[in-house]
């Protein structure tokens, strides 16, 4: 139903107040199955004592009217039999006028007495009703009673209403053949019975003839109550007993799911435990059925599990503090050789041309390998959980534009552009400067180096509660399924590549868990050829979860948006923008700025790599700005050192990955 539709609004309010009450027992009935087996068992149970009952009473039913039907047409037989035989053989004085020749004699009190005298030996067990022939059932003098003298009204025993208690149906049949017929009807009695309810019975009649020879019709009423009476026993027996089985039932398949059901709930709150780390928790086994075996082949798999754990966190122990030893140690040694490079390197004008390379790329490799120990010590950081972030407010516009000064001479070597969009406004978000700061230049520097010259493009934009950073070169591109492995660590498009451009291949590894650190996403997007955007989404403020991003991962200028933008075009008439020429090799298609300004919050993809819920680490205000002044200063020495070792491997042949 349509919004604007009458009745739309109330029939979602209704529909939203039914179905709150009954959210918690849909709940409780999808998540707990002994519920639904005794609610099924008690289904099924009911429904097979409902059909045994129905059937039973109907045979019960069926026989007792059988058996009442066959004793009532018996007993009427007879009383038919008296009845004709009184008619046709002359008796003693009726009457005082009465005389030997029934001719003449009295019909009327003949038949009181006839009625009298057949209902004495009923006992209640039946009455006897005689009504004048014809439909009308009054004799003469009525419509469509006989035109001789006869019987006159009708007559009844036991205050019985004679011409309410048989069916005009009956009396048709009897008036218009002969034999005997039956029907089931009510026994109604008159104002004299005082207020005796009608009673179900069987009515049995038959034309007959009177002293006479004139017709009239005899009817005999056999109540049914006593095998009402019966058959209401018979339901409440068999009711008491369907409730009696179907509770019993349900009982006997409460406590035998019960003992199947209670171990696997057991299993089920002791694998939640193992999941979350208590590796100790076992299962209790009694007894030796199938139900033991399972907690026994469950302790075993927990016990497995525990040993295989423990050996692979003594592993990951062993191999963390070996490459932090190793990351030490080498600190000495290292400090000496730069020492000493140092000064071979100041020297070098006063070697020949051969020794002064080579003291140049002594210099550039040590740099680098003064990189690679900084790296190894920052993962060994995250794989230990020893990684803090101090978060504090800042303009991430401010960030991106000292990653873009330093970042300046490389682009200048290469004969890159780096262009800022959405930089109008305050990006502001809690985060730590120096992870988003080292996040940004790997990205930078990354789309410089694989930019093939062409423009780089970085975008800031902020929308609900988050801030995002993209980052977009023109290069080489990724091809499909790299936009997810170019985050692991020493990962290269190229294995046969050598990497010759002084990255330790940590770069994007050690980006990625400062995003995370940070609760926040780091993605990419590339396409063969056609470049590559990866993109930085931060909560505006720490510990809020992000929803979406203010960014599209895919640029609009992508092949796959520019083949949409050129259908649409073309369908609305609007002759398209040629695509660019792929050799240019210095100016970029960049997007307009509407894309940016004012975009709302796109859901998260599939790619995402959502943050693992970290906690920012306050640190004291001293500490923190001492700390902060090391780590700045120790970044720009390395900066300077990375941008140094990149000029002078530029020059070499060959380019690694990133």
Known sequence: MADGAPGGPVLRLFVRLVRRPLLPAVRLWRRNIQLRVVAATLLMSLAVVLSLGFVVIAQVSKGLLDAKEEAAQSQAAG????????????????????????????????????????????????????????????????????SVSGVKGARASGNVDPTASVPPQLRREVNHATGTFKTFSQIKYTAGAGDKAPEPALVVGKRLTDINGDPYDLYYLFPLTQEEESLNLIKVTIATAGVFVVVLLGAIAWLVVRQVVTPVRMAAGIAERLSAGRLQERMKVTGEDDIARLGEAFNKMAQNLQLKIQQLEDLSRMQRRFVSDVSHELRTPLTTVRMAADVIHDARVDFDPITA??????????????????????????????????????????????????????????????????????????????????????????????????????????????????????????????????????????????????????????????????GGWLQAWGEPGGGSQFRLTLPRTADEPLRGSPIPLEPEDSRANRARAAADAAGAGTPPQAPPAPGRPDRSPIPPRSAVAGALPVPADPTALPGNGARVVARPADQAADRAADRAAADRASADRAGTADQAAAQEDGAGGR
């Open 79 to 146: 009383g038919f039999a008296v009845a004709q035989e009184k008619a046709n053989t002359p008796s003693t004085v009726d009457g005082p006028d009465a005389t030997d020749n029934k001719v003449g004699r009295d019909a009327s009190t003949w038949m009181n007495s006839l009625v009298k005298q057949l209902a004495s030996g009923g006992q209640t067990a039946f009455e006897v009703v005689a009504l004048g022939a014809g439909p009308g059932g009054q004799g003469e003098g009525q419509p469509g009673g006989p």
């Open 357 to 518: 390379r080579s003291a140049e790329l002594l210099a550039g490799q040590l740099d680098r390998f003064e990189s690679l120990l900084a790296d190894l010590l920052e993962i060994s950081r995250f794989d230990a959980g020893a990684a803090a972030l101090e978060a504090e407010p800042i303009d991430l516009r401010e960030v991106v534009r000292r990653v873009i000064d330093g970042a300046e001479p490389l682009a200048e070597h290469k004969g890159t552009r780096i262009r800022v969009l959405g930089d109008t406004q305050p990006v502001i978000a809690e985060a730590d400067a120096r992870r988003v700061e080292r996040v940004l230049r790997n990205l930078v520097v990354n789309a410089v180096e694989h930019g093939e010259g062409r423009d780089v493009v970085v975008r800031l934009a902020s929308a609900g509660g988050a801030v995002a950073v993209a980052v977009r070169d023109y290069g080489v591109g990724l091809k499909p399924g790299e936009a997810t492995r170019v985050f692991n660590r020493f990962w290269r498009a190229d294995p046969a590549r050598a990497r010759t451009t002084g990255g330790t291949g940590l770069g994007l590894s050690i980006a990625v868990e400062d995003a995370r650190l940070h």
